[in-house]
């Protein structure tokens, strides 16, 4: 039987019909899969960069709780070489402002926030900063262990409080526990001084009152100031924040010491190392706190910042050759425990958000 040339032509059109068809279909099939791997691959390296953004944020924190604690080393030494607070802040506003205006003006920084609002919020933290330094190291007749005491343990619950109140944050269960248990170790490491040492004659009377008010008030601002950073996010540079700050510092310094001889001019050897270092450690932290504040919610950070209690105790065994006791371990293990499940579920918690 012969097949007409129609027909043969109908059939292989019809083949190269149905070959033309599996290969565009392959084709899918392949794409399909490239675009299953390609949004596996997404996703992977979405889950790797938060979790590292996490850590970082983690050891930002850790970091710059070290910092303040070798910052507040060297101004004891700094007030032990008979240097008053205010000066201190003078040297550190004026150091910051004049180191930073060059860096601004070479990389073409913004020195104003785009926003008012940004610009209200940066002006409100180089105030609280600059308020918290003069006030925190207010101690005249009252015992260092206390006021430390009292700052160290009240941070975290007005920045608990307030990230709550203000940023809308959920106030769970954990923060709360965690909180707890750093106020509780807090107070071992200083021998529960500020809660049963009533008798104390350092904190008799209405001067005693008066540094403990200013010493919440301190803790207040700090803690306000974190929750402000919490709030800027990424929108105004660290750069520019760390200006604010040392620029406000040196202005509210400088009117303050007009009333009060600036006595710098001839400093010992150790007075000007004591200074040196507290320019170094201060700066760094506040560059540390700020960008650890990009990467963690304030309570968090406020917790982690607390190792700051732990690294002074090792300083004040190490430098100051203080005796250990079984309470000051206890405490130190309970703040680093409470720091570490803080860090822990922080990680927890951003893997199951982009999971």
Same mark, same amino acid.
């Given at each position: ?49 938060? =979790?590292?953004? @996490? *850590? ?5 924190? &850790?970091?710059? $709780?070290?910092?303040?604690?070798? /910052? %507040? +080393? ?37 020195? =104003?926030?785009? @926003? *008012? ?5 940066? &002006?409100?933290? $180089?105030?609280?900063?600059?308020? /918290? %330094? +003069? ?41 709360? *526990? ?178």
């Amino acid at each position: 039987m012969q097949t007409s040339d129609s027909e043969l032509f109908k059939f292989n059109e019809e083949s190269l019909s149905s070959e033309d068809g599996g290969n565009v279909t392959n084709q899918r099939s392949r794409s399909g899969k490239d675009n299953i791997e390609n949004g596996k691959e997404t996703t992977l390296r979405g889950r790797w960069s938060v =979790l590292i953004m @996490t *850590l970082g944020g983690i050891i930002i924190s &850790l970091v710059c $709780g070290a910092c303040i604690a070798f /910052a %507040s +080393l060297f101004t004891v030494l700094a007030e032990s070489d008979d240097i008053r607070n205010t000066e201190i802040c003078v040297v550190c506003g004026v150091f910051a402002t004049t180191i930073l205006t060059p860096y601004i003006a070479i990389f073409k920084q913004e020195l =104003l926030p785009k @926003t *008012l609002k940004d610009t209200l919020l940066t &002006l409100g933290i $180089g105030v609280l900063a600059t308020y /918290a %330094s +003069l006030t925190i190291q207010y101690d005249p007749g009252v015992s260092i262990g206390n006021i430390t005491a009292l700052l160290l343990a009240s941070t975290p619950v007005f920045t608990l409080f307030l990230e709550c109140l203000m940023l809308r944050k959920a106030c769970n269960i954990g923060d709360v *526990l965690f909180t707890f248990c750093s106020v509780i170790g807090i107070f071992l490491i200083i021998n529960f001084q500020l809660i049963i040492d009533f008798t104390d004659t350092t904190i008799q009377g209405d001067h005693g009152l008066f540094a403990f008010g200013l010493t919440l008030t301190a803790s207040f601002s700090i803690a306000l100031g974190h929750v402000l950073g919490r709030a800027l996010g990424g929108r105004v540079h660290v750069i520019t924040i760390m200006f604010f700050i040392g620029a406000t510092r040196a202005i509210v310094s400088i009117v303050l010491l007009l009333s009060i001889p600036f006595r710098l001019s001839a400093l010992s050897s150790n007075a000007a190392g004591s200074l040196i270092g507290i320019l170094i450690f201060s700066q760094l932290a506040t560059w540390l706190r700020f960008n650890g504040l990009r990467l963690n919610e304030a309570t968090t950070f406020a917790l982690l910042a607390n190792v700051q209690v732990v690294i002074s105790y090792i300083l004040d065994r190490t430098v100051f050759h203080l005796h250990v006791t079984t309470t000051d371990f206890v405490g130190a293990g309970m703040v680093l425990i409470s720091s570490g499940l803080v860090a822990l579920i922080n990680t927890a918690e951003n893997k199951k958000a982009n999971k």
